[in-house]
């Protein structure tokens, strides 16, 4: 059985991979310790298959599944997860961005008794102001949002947000360590404007109800201001202080009509929010550990 099981998601990276098996190989064999490499292929449409048969043919310790098509990273590195075999479970870009030497500081901080190692990328090279910034609004916005106490900037060793933010909410020991994120050995990202919205997407919907109970408050906003409005209002009429007439009462009904409608909306919002919970059917609770049971 090996100790160590590296999880690479890879999606047309004929160039990388190569260059990934020569830089990781060395590094994982430092440790003298058993190792295997699961490859996933994401519905690659370039030689990725050819050549990971290649390396798994001259290296038993190289396994690799392949998707029937393009399913994205995150379902790559869950299929990855599933099959690996190792005590200690490691993510890695087929590209080079995550370096091979942090693997070898995550495996020392797991040794040291963390369940979970988080990397985060200190510094991120040849990539675009945009990317860095939207990635960095993401990952701020997610804690707001979530509650999640999910550390900025890390990965599953990059992109994946429900991942992370699923290895976030288990709980377990957790710590950081930091690098500097290289460019891609080869190649050019994956993640069009497009993913990145969805993963985005998929990151905050999943873990936040503050979407859905943003009309409530509203409406309970809306509806104590339209009653303040009613409430002044009827004093300066009590003063005989001339306001602009019958038509300036129109403003608070209509405040306070759609302030009612709105908290209602709000109200259903409340369950339709448990029900997605309990269609999510995330378990109620997790048990590290058991003595005498
Ligand atoms: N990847 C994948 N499926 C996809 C997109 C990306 O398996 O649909 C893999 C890709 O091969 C790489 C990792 O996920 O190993 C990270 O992707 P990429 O380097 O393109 O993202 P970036 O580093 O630019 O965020
Ligand atoms: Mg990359």
């Known amino acids: 059985m090996p100790r160590y099981s590296l999880v690479v998601p890879a999606y047309n990276e004929?160039?990388?991979?190569?260059?990934?098996?020569?830089?990781?190989?060395?590094?994982?064999?430092?440790?003298?310790?058993?190792?295997?490499?699961?490859?996933?292929?994401?519905?690659?449409?370039?030689?990725?298959?050819?050549?990971?048969?290649?390396?798994?043919?001259?290296?038993?310790?190289?396994?690799?599944?392949?998707?029937?098509?393009?399913?994205?990273?995150?379902?790559?590195?869950?299929?990855?997860?599933?099959?690996?075999?190792?005590?200690?479970?490691?993510?890695?870009?087929?590209d080079l961005q995550d370096p091979p030497e942090v693997a070898l500081q995550m495996i020392e901080k797991w040794k040291e008794g963390y369940d979970v190692v988080h990397g985060r990328r200190r510094r991120r090279k040849g990539e675009t102001a945009f990317k860095k910034a939207t990635a960095s609004f993401f990952y701020r916005f997610m804690r707001k949002i979530t509650s999640l106490d999910m550390p900025a900037d890390v990965g599953d060793f990059e992109h994946d947000r429900l991942l992370r933010a699923q290895v976030t909410w288990v709980g377990f020991k957790q710590t950081i360590i930091e690098f500097d994120r290289p460019e891609r050995v080869a190649g050019e990202t994956h993640y069009t404007l497009k993913k990145m919205v969805r993963l985005a997407e998929s990151g905050v919907f999943p873990n936040s109800d503050y979407p859905l109970t943003l009309p409530l408050k509203l409406g309970i906003a809306g509806g104590f201001?339209?009653?303040?409005?009613?409430?002044?209002?009827?004093?300066?009429?009590?003063?005989?202080?001339?306001?602009?007439?019958?038509?300036?009462?129109?403003?608070?009904?209509?405040?306070?009509?759609?302030s009612v409608a709105l908290a209602c909306h709000g109200l259903s919002n409340i369950y339709l929010s448990m029900i997605y919970r309990e269609v999510q059917n995330r378990p109620k609770y997790i048990v590290a550990e058991k003595i005498n049971l």
């Open 14 to 94: 004929e160039k990388a991979l190569p260059l990934f098996y020569e830089a990781v190989v060395p590094v994982m064999e430092s440790l003298n310790e058993e190792f295997e490499i699961i490859f996933v292929n994401d519905g690659s449409r370039d030689a990725t298959k050819e050549i990971l048969a290649e390396l798994a043919a001259k290296d038993k310790r190289v396994k690799v599944c392949k998707f029937s098509r393009n399913f994205g990273q995150q379902a790559a590195l869950l299929c990855g997860f599933e099959e690996a075999k190792g005590e200690a479970v490691i993510a890695m870009d087929a």
């Open 225 to 258: 201001l339209s009653v303040l409005c009613f409430i002044v209002f009827i004093v300066l009429a009590c003063c005989k202080v001339g306001f602009g007439g019958l038509v300036a009462w129109l403003f608070p009904t209509i405040t306070l009509a759609a």
